[in-house]
């Protein structure tokens, strides 16, 4: 091969890739130039891509190479492009669509419908709980404690679940296929955090309420075999073609 096969042809029209780190503009020479941030973050990912491909030219290893970059400039000035778009999209949002403020509230009279954040209806809908709250013979049909206070205890029986779940899964799986029965304890769980939602909001949905309570609870068990069967279906095919590449990258001595 002659040499200019061997040679790559530098270019700054957006075609090329940016020549090693000899033949490489210092941070100080970049930012002499003024070439702003649009042509600074070009460079950035330029030169990734460069030194990637070099790193596995000239590795021996067949599968791919854990690769890292310095935080100053190669990180920042990503976070730094990814932020400044995020936020003007904000600022260009807040300008032209800005939020309709509604007329004072009167403390004189109560809503009908008292409701918190979104976020929270999850936990206002445990407050809701009643039903599920046992009778108790013993005390004459009594229950021993209120509903307000069963709906406290559901809600740290619940956030302690959730909390505890890492605790309980310390497999390495990174996808729901492999392992399935993690898998569908997720998918039930946010199933229920909707239903829970709606039943905390029943007053604003036209369904009957006993239904939506037994919605609220089989929904849940439902998406949850539904999502175990699914993934488990689905896992021997995985599986098989995890390992063929597997053994094709890395063949057995």
Not at 59 to 64: F, H, K, L, W
Not at 112 to 122: H, K, Q, S
Not at 124 to 133: A, D, E, M, S
Not at 171 to 188: I, L, N, Y
């Amino acid at each position: 091969m002659s040499d200019n096969d061997n040679s790559e042809e530098v270019r700054t029209d957006g075609t090329g890739i940016v020549p090693p780190d000899d033949e490489t503009p210092t941070w100080s020479e970049r930012k002499a130039r003024q070439q702003g941030l649009a042509r600074l973050t070009y460079e950035y990912f330029e030169r990734s891509r460069r030194e990637d491909q070099d790193l596995r030219q000239q590795s021996s290893y067949v599968e791919r190479d854990v690769l890292a970059f310095p935080t100053w400039p190669h990180e920042m000035i990503r976070n730094l492009a990814l932020t400044s778009f995020f936020v003007g999209m904000i600022i260009f949002l807040s300008a032209a669509l800005p939020p309709h403020i509604g007329p004072p509230a009167d403390s004189s009279s109560t809503p009908p419908v008292i409701l918190p954040d979104w976020y929270l209806y999850w936990s206002f809908g445990l407050l809701k709980l009643g039903p599920l709250n046992p009778d108790i013979s013993l005390l004459g049909g009594q229950k021993l404690m209120a509903d307000r206070t069963y709906g406290v205890l559901a809600n740290l029986v619940v956030v302690g679940f959730v909390a505890i779940v890492p605790f309980l899964n310390k497999g390495s799986a990174r996808r729901p296929v492999e392992q399935p029965f993690w898998g569908a304890v997720g998918v039930s769980g946010i199933v229920f955090a909707f239903t829970i939602a709606a039943l905390s909001v029943k007053n604003l949905i036209t369904m009957d309420s006993h239904l939506l309570f037994d919605l609220t609870f089989l929904l849940p068990i439902l998406s949850a075999f539904l999502a175990y069967a699914v993934l488990r279906t689905m896992r021997e095919g995985y599986m098989f073609n995890l390992n063929r590449r597997y053994y094709r990258l890395r063949p057995p001595k």
